[in-house]
Antibody, heavy 121, light 111 residues
């Protein structure tokens, strides 16, 4: 079955960076784009950016521009999201989610299980 | 750009119907037919329930339906069951600059 499996929870200090992986299985990796969405504790979902898994092109939310980088390794069917200059407000569960290759995205399915990132001194 | 507006909570009895609204602008909900809805149980990842305003993925019960009028999209759940109790989020494409917006989420209580 189509599945996205993310790396485990992380604890980081303010100013550090975090890199989360998202491994896809059950479908051809380059046939769908991957998006990243985060959810702060008790809060709503927030879209961060996406990667065209076929050509590696990326697009980011203006809010995270300059601090986020999404990459992929097609040989490993894995996408990565790196967020730098972490602050306490970045404490959240980070999700990857599959979307269609055609823009604009009209659905996100499935989602990874989520990765909790805690930023604390 | 602000998140899409949803009621914070709704409640209804088992077997009844409930409608959750999602209000945006002509730059997002009103401008595109790319509204989707997600169900999220506590501690779990979101699950796609509706896409393209009213289309249902395979496996989602036909008790779930979606619609849109102007800048407001709606999710209706009929024949409520206790397992429908969850948080529901709407999402919309919002153009090439903002790209994707989510709603603030609605907590559905089935009592």
């Amino acid at each position: 079955q189509v599945q996205l499996v993310q790396s485990g929870a992380e604890v980081k200090k303010p100013g550090a960076s975090v890199r989360i992986s998202c491994k896809a299985s059950g479908y051809i990796f380059t046939s769908h784009n991957l998006h990243w969405v985060r959810q702060a504790p008790g809060q709503s979902l927030e879209w961060m950016g996406w990667i065209d898994t076929d050509n590696g092109n990326t697009e980011y939310s203006q809010k995270f521009q300059g601090r986020v980088a999404i990459t992929r390794d097609t040989s490993a069917s894995t996408a990565y999201m790196e967020l730098s200059s972490l602050r306490s407000e970045d404490t959240a569960v980070y999700y990857c989610a599959r979307a269609r290759l055609v823009i604009p995205p009209n659905w996100f399915d499935p989602w990874g299980q989520g990765t909790l990132v805690t930023v604390s001194s | 750009q602000s998140a899409l507006t949803q009621p914070r909570s709704v409640s209804e009895s088992p077997g009844q119907s409930v409608t959750i609204s999602c209000t945006g602008t002509s730059s997002d909900v009103g401008g595109y037919n790319h509204v989707s809805w997600y169900q999220q149980h506590p501690g779990k990842a979101p699950k796609l329930m509706i896409y393209d305003v009213s289309r249902r993925p395979s496996g989602v019960p036909d008790r779930f339906s979606g619609s849109k009028s102007g800048n407001t999209a709606s999710l209706t759940i009929s024949g409520l069951q206790t397992e429908d109790e969850a948080d529901y989020y709407c999402s919309s494409y919002a153009g090439s600059y903002t790209f994707v917006l989510f709603g603030g989420g609605t907590k559905l209580t089935v009592l």
